[in-house]
């Protein structure tokens, strides 16, 4: 019998026990985790999740985007907020814990040569996949310095620092940032349907479409958005590229159970050429083209 | 190089030798391959490998969500989502490392015909046995409609041992009132084996926002919580299947080797993992090993001894006024 070729997605995955480098605690339940895992942190890409045992009482364990990572010092930046039993056992971890992870999963968010326009939309936790593909774009294409915008919404205080910025972002006339994207010369602004102060108060979306109006049709015709964030917000960046006929690719996020692709049970609905199918977040995606993910 | 498992873990299945009495099962393992994405996942630790319930034809499966979880336990309802028979033999099948595991179907269906022509085409293909479930809750025709009925599960077993020479292994569900007596059904009708118990029907409810989190509102119940119901139910089927030499997948909550070895005591042949791979995806591994110093220690010279030992005269009697 001729030897058989086994998948090309063996051994993909890596399992090892992270351990908690630091664990920052902000505002609204909002808390940065830094993970020393360095197999993932080698393989992890912009768009990827590890699928983390939060405590070990628990019995699934939980999906988180990648915020950045570092494989040179071993470590990865996760970004949650407290929103069930699983994310408020993992806010109890103290520096030192133990917590196996599966990680880096899923497909990353593609950057296409011929769409150098890059347009970042996060929302909420959908935002530290956005600094990820930002650190990845800033490496890629380091003299593309006003190519790629990002826009942030949030209606709890952000988590990271905010400072004025000093990049123009043409349309738009909040002038509060992100300091990570500050740093990489990538112009942010922000948006929240709270006042709060150098945002602008409306939809992230709304926020974005101000700076679409600006670009020619040209310009258009080059641009791409990338999102991440809870589904009200995909659905409206959806209907933003669509009216603006720009290619747009959204994360998805699902209840799941393995990670692997094993279970099916973090599938969504997708509407390809072929017609309905029953995609799985965990391998099938997380990112997948908006224009065929019913939201 | 790859290191063998130990020969003492061996098991006869219904005919079939293997290497493990562990069986990773349908549902959880997708069609076989999923799992190997994890770098250290060996399918060689899996006794066998039950793939994902197919149909005669596509089917998308339910909506989301598709999971919640419990208190010990998930619920999911994935609704059978595959993509039919024809593609399962023709584009999965030939990709699979036969030389790896053992490799069983799964079929489900709406009608007893369409269990008919699944098991048809099964027969002539690569699979080692074909399972028979009968007590999937999530679908609204066929599955658990025709399980939770002893008259309908034997209908469904005879027609399909009408159509294969291979083994066949019939999936029961605990949702009925009397497992026993549809296990005694199921055999008479032709099974060559018993998988005890497919998931509990269950629900779940966001109190927030006042909607069930299921999708399709209800679905099964896998996980620890449901140990202590699927031991009693194996107990129950094995006093039956013992007297026909049926042998049983016990399933249901295992996440550990003593676990498993509570099933095999009360009359399990083998065990099948699900759930617990979701938390630890190296489980077989685990068990095995655990088996294995269970073996050591107790000085067992084969898994297969640990069938149906369970020793009743030093229990604390129940309702029975056994002599």
């Given amino acids: 019998m001729a030897h058989l070729k086994h998948p090309d997605s063996r051994s993909t995955i890596h399992m090892e026990d992270s351990i908690v480098i630091s664990h920052h605690h902000y505002d609204d339940r909002q808390h940065v985790l830094r993970l020393h895992c360095p197999q993932c942190a080698s393989h992890a890409v912009h768009g990827q999740f590890v699928h983390l045992q939060c405590d070990r009482s628990l019995l699934l364990r939980r999906p988180f985007s990648i915020m950045r990572a570092r494989p040179d010092e071993g470590w990865i930046d996760l970004l949650y907020k407290e929103v069930g039993q699983g994310t408020m056992l993992l806010a109890k971890q103290a520096e030192g814990s133990v917590l196996n992870l599966l990680g880096s999963i899923g497909n990353p968010f593609i950057l296409h040569e011929d769409k150098p326009i890059r347009?970042?939309?996060?929302?909420?936790?959908?935002?530290?996949?956005?600094?990820?593909?930002?650190?990845?774009?800033?490496q890629q294409y380091p003299s593309d310095t006003d190519m790629t915008y990002a826009f942030m919404g949030s209606e709890i205080s952000f988590p990271f620092t905010v400072l004025n910025s000093e990049l123009p972002v043409p349309g738009v006339t909040a002038h509060h940032a992100i300091e990570d994207m500050e740093n990489i010369s990538i112009p942010s602004r922000l948006a929240s349907l709270r006042y709060l102060t150098g945002c602008?108060?409306?939809?992230?979306?709304?926020?974005?479409?101000?700076?679409?109006?600006?670009?020619?049709p040209e310009r258009?015709?080059?641009?791409?958005?990338?999102?991440?964030?809870?589904?009200?917000?995909?659905?409206?960046?959806?209907?933003?590229?669509?009216?603006?006929?720009?290619?747009?690719?959204?994360?998805?996020?699902?209840?799941?159970?393995?990670?692997?692709?094993g279970c099916a049970g973090c599938n969504v609905k997708i509407t390809g050429p072929d017609g309905p199918a029953m995609k799985r977040v965990c391998v099938d995606g997380p990112v997948f083209d908006a224009s065929l993910v019913e939201l | 190089m790859q290191r063998g498992l130990d020969s003492r873990l061996k098991v006869s299945f219904c005919g079939i030798e293997l290497n493990s009495p562990v069986i990773l099962l349908s549902g959880c393992v997708g069609f076989g391959e999923e799992y190997t994405r994890i770098k250290g996942f060996s399918n060689r630790d899996a006794g066998a490998i039950c793939l994902k319930g197919t149909t005669g034809t596509a089917r998308l499966g339910n909506p989301s969500h598709r999971l919640a979880e419990a208190s010990s336990g998930i619920i999911n309802a994935i609704g059978l989502q595959n993509p039919g028979v024809e593609a399962v033999i023709d584009d999965i099948l030939p990709t699979l490392d036969f030389t790896e595991t053992r490799f069983f179907a799964n079929v489900s269906g709406s009608t007893v015909e369409e269990y008919i022509d699944v098991v048809r085409r099964f027969d002539?293909?690569?699979?080692?046995?074909?399972e028979i479930n009968i007590s999937c809750p999530n679908v609204k025709e066929g599955g658990a409609a025709f399980g939770n009925d002893p008259d309908m599960s034997a209908r469904v077993v005879g027609a399909c041992r009408a159509v294969t020479g291979k083994p066949i292994i019939t999936k029961l569900s605990p949702n009925q009132t009397d497992i026993a007596e549809s296990a005694r059904r199921c055999i008479e009708a032709g099974t060559n084996g018993l998988a005890v118990i497919n998931t509990l029907m269950g629900m779940a409810v966001d109190a927030r926002s006042q909607v069930p989190i299921i999708g399709s509102v209800q679905g099964g119940l896998s996980g620890p919580a449901i140990k202590p119901i699927a031991l009693l139910k194996v107990y129950e089927v094995y006093q039956v299947a013992k007297e026909h030499n049926i042998?049983?997948?016990?399933?249901?909550?295992?996440?550990?080797?003593?676990?498993?070895?509570?099933?095999l005591l009360v009359g399990a042949a083998t065990v099948g993992v699900g759930t617990a791979l979701f938390y630890d995806p190296m489980i077989c591994k685990q068990i095995n090993s655990g088996l294995v110093e269970y073996m050591d220690s107790m000085g067992i010279e084969s898994i297969a001894a640990l069938t149906g030992t369970l020793k009743l005269s030093g229990s604390v009697s129940g309702c029975d006024d056994r002599p």
């Fill in chain 2, 124 to 130: 002539d293909s690569s699979v080692h046995a074909i």
């Fill in chain 1, 220 to 261: 258009l015709q080059i641009a791409e958005i990338f999102s991440c964030g809870p589904r009200p917000m995909l659905y409206a960046t959806k209907r933003l590229a669509m009216k603006y006929n720009i290619d747009c690719q959204i994360s998805m996020e699902e209840y799941m159970a393995c990670a692997t692709g």
């Fill in chain 2, 247 to 263: 042998p049983i997948i016990g399933q249901g909550g295992i996440a550990s080797a003593s676990d498993a070895v509570e099933f």
């Fill in chain 1, 119 to 138: 347009i970042l939309i996060g929302g909420g936790v959908g935002i530290p996949p956005m600094i990820f593909v930002a650190e990845t774009i800033r």
């Fill in chain 1, 200 to 216: 602008y108060r409306g939809h992230v979306t709304e926020l974005a479409e101000k700076f679409l109006q600006t670009l020619s």
